[in-house]
């Protein structure tokens, strides 16, 4: 008998209008990145880009808690800077501003998936989204805000600026990668927690200046995330085996899919 396969959302990258772009200069793009949906297919998840029902161009009744109900778990995946304004800041520059629309609607996702019991998993920004969406804050830019801290986004080498992990012990991350080789990791950005949200631990720091690295909601509902890339890591480079936490977050959406109550015919 086949075993149905877990459903994953993956939320969406946005490129908003912009006339410098060589094509739809004037349309509003979401997409994923392809690392991502090869690092769930790898497990033989499905994974599913969530579209924004929200912009200029909306029509139909869709929601994102149609999402929620029909898909068993979530990952918000890296992209462009959190808005400032989300925790309570302004930017202190332009550039830092990032994108208030992809903000609202992963909130929005994020609360749709919580409510209905589903599991969320986030990467990079991902992780800074989730801080901010339960009240924490954002350093808007660790050289600028902390300038004795380690290098953690080197734009020449990208996926190639590697540090080491630290792990809080006893924690469920510390359980997972208890027997891995290595703790290398890459590290891709400038922003990252300033204030854990309430409700929240820290499971993992970098040795080198204290900066979090990953973090996971107390509550019933699995919600955990780290600020490295695991869909860009590569056996080859040494970097840390990954696996172990993609497992663990795919069995806790088998877990809440079992969980869930069965849907009563009309």
Known sequence: MRTERLKIGISAC???????????ASKTLQYVEQSMAHWLMAAGALPVMVPSPAGETARGDVRVEDYADWLDGLVLHGGADVWPGSYGETPLQERWSGDRIRDAYE???????????????GVCRGLQLINVAFGGTLYQDIPTQQPQALRHR???VYDLNFHGLDLVPESRLSRLLASSESYKINSIH???IKDLAPGFEVEARCP??????????TGPVYIAAVQWHPEFHRPE???????????????????AC?????????
């Open 208 to 217: 080198d200046d204290g900066m979090i690295e990953a973090i996971r909601h």
């Open 237 to 255: 480079l040494g970097t840390l085996d990954d696996t172990p936490l993609l497992l663990d977050f795919l069995q806790a959406c088998r877990t």
């Open 258 to 266: 079992a969980a869930a109550p069965i849907p009563h015919s009309a």
């Open 190 to 192: 400038h922003q990252g």
């Open 154 to 156: 080197d734009a020449e």
């Open 107 to 121: 909130q929005a996702l994020v609360r749709a998936f919580v409510a209905a019991g589903k599991p969320v998993f």
């Open 14 to 24: 946005f490129f908003h209008p912009d006339p410098a772009r060589t094509a739809f």
